[in-house]
């Protein structure tokens, strides 16, 4: 076999992977930490029609379409730029832990025993759900001791 067909084999395996990846990110089942695995091969988010349950991979991280909509005529639809469409993935372990996004919504609230990175340290939730950050609520988090 010649490395020009290798390299078309390893592409074609690796499209059917990521179709199996996007598959499974999507299935209502599959946990929160499994998503965040696999944002690397997941599709990135661009301007477009999505449905309620797609997943897209916006500056790095993994976000839920709660909304179904159609960004065609509105690119700065973001994930980041329209949080009532998009929900981030919270980590559910320190190992899984995404920067700290700051809820909109009971949608997006982080839930108790979900994990985050705020300002280096890494936070669990306590309370049963909040929208606010440790600095406002301190009550709501417990901040990982390092030893």
């Keep these: 076999m010649q490395k020009t067909d290798t390299a078309k084999i390893m592409r074609a395996a690796g499209l059917v992977l990521a ?8 299935d209502a089942a599959t946990a929160a930490n499994d998503v965040i695995d696999l944002a690397p091969v997941l599709r990135a988010w661009r301007a477009g029609s999505y449905a309620a349950g797609a997943v897209a991979v916006h500056n790095g991280m993994p976000y839920r379409c709660v909304q179904a909509h159609d960004s065609t005529q509105t690119p700065e639809w973001t994930p980041v730029n329209a949080p009532a469409l998009w929900a981030p993935y919270h980590a559910t372990d320190a190992a899984h832990a995404l920067p700290w996004q700051a809820p909109t919504g009971a949608q997006d609230a982080y839930r108790q025993g979900e994990w985050m990175l705020w300002e280096g340290a890494l936070c669990e939730c306590t309370a049963e759900s909040t929208v606010w950050a440790p600095d406002v609520r301190p009550e709501d988090w417990r901040e990982e001791d390092d030893g």
């Design 19 to 26: 179709r199996q990846a996007q598959r499974l990110a999507e």
